[in-house]
């Protein structure tokens, strides 16, 4: 074999052990140490006929290694009721897969609910992630809230009636407790404020800066959006862009404001992304001109395979 064709046949074997490196890399670029759980935000579910909340999300995290879990709590209810019942799904994941700890994701109403287990139960958390969790408090509840007595009633109902029927289509613990009424109070600004003094981890304690980055041993981040509209064919959009009035011009998602998002270490609070977007729905139109959500959530996978966690 001449020096030509030996330096061919090196460089050829080089680009084949990198090409192994590279995609042994990426079926394990996801790969936690511990399980992931997903919980959601107010009105959502594990899955509904085969359609996740976190629309293609676990697929996403599940195709680089990562254990995840899809967890369902109360539609509507209080932060304190909610994570109760995801403690009790915690504890269930633990025993089953043998590892002693979990991380968190909560999306919305999500957030505040991922808080209080690792409020309660820090032992059993590696990580929380806040996905637009409302750490400040949600306008468009304070809006509800200051609305005169009675004048909610019906809304409430129709919610509760909503949340029970999708409590009913979602295949996780069914019939549990619907209570839109508790559940603004928990979202309206003194409900969060209140909240916040109870479990303050992570919370940050100046004006859009960030909170302490490690509590009790569990690791604190967060990321947001500030785009209500993002696909114009996304029936979502036109919602979201009706309940951004709120926030007079206030970077926002549609129902979070930007600063408002902020728990830990706060990767990104300008994604082109609004309150569905940063779940890939609805069914994955999100903006052309940003990361794919599914993406986002495989580099915080991976952000938390680094840390060891």
Same mark, same amino acid.
């Given at each position: 074999?001449? +020096? ?29 140490? $511990? ?17 996740? $909340?976190? $629309? ?42 043998? +590892?002693? +700890? ?6 919305? #109403? ?88 109870? #479990? ?20 604190? $981040? ?39 998002? #902020? ?41 938390? +395979?680094?840390?060891?966690?």
């Amino acid at each position: 074999m001449n +020096k030509k064709n030996t330096l061919l046949a090196l460089c050829f074997g080089a680009s084949m052990a990198l090409s192994a490196q590279t995609q042994a890399g990426l079926l394990d670029y996801t790969k936690t140490k $511990y399980p992931i759980l997903l919980t959601h935000g107010v009105l959502g579910f594990d899955r509904i006929l085969g359609v996740s $909340y976190w $629309y293609g999300i676990p697929l996403a995290l599940g195709s680089g290694g990562a254990d995840v879990h899809l967890t369902e709590v109360s539609q509507l209810n209080s932060t304190e009721l909610r994570g109760e019942e995801l403690l009790q799904q915690v504890e269930e994941i633990i025993a089953i897969t043998g +590892k002693p +700890k979990v991380n968190l994701i909560g999306h919305s #109403h999500g957030g505040p609910t991922v808080r209080y287990v690792a409020s309660v139960r820090p032992d059993l958390v590696a990580s929380v992630t806040s996905v637009a969790g409302p750490s400040q408090g949600v306008p468009l509840a304070d809006m509800i809230a200051n609305q005169p007595a009675g004048s909610t009633d019906f809304l409430n109902s129709v919610n509760n009636a909503l949340a029970a029927y999708i409590d009913f289509l979602s295949p996780g613990d069914p019939w549990t407790a619907q209570d839109a009424a508790t559940a603004l109070a928990s979202l309206d600004t003194p409900g969060i404020t209140a909240f916040n003094a109870r #479990h303050p981890q992570g919370v940050p304690t100046t004006a859009c800066g960030e909170g302490a980055y490690v509590v009790n041993g569990v690791r604190y $981040y967060s990321f947001s959006g500030t785009s209500p509209l993002t696909n114009a064919a996304d029936a979502g959009d036109a919602l979201l862009g009706l309940t951004s009035v709120v926030f007079d011009g206030a970077p926002n998602d549609g129902l979070v404001g930007a600063c408002g998002s #902020h728990l830990g270490m706060t990767i990104r609070d300008d994604y082109r992304m609004n309150h569905l977007d940063e779940v890939n729905q609805t069914f994955g139109l999100t903006s052309l001109f940003e990361t794919d959500p599914k993406v986002v959530y495989r580099q915080q996978a991976n952000r938390l +395979k680094n840390a060891g966690l």
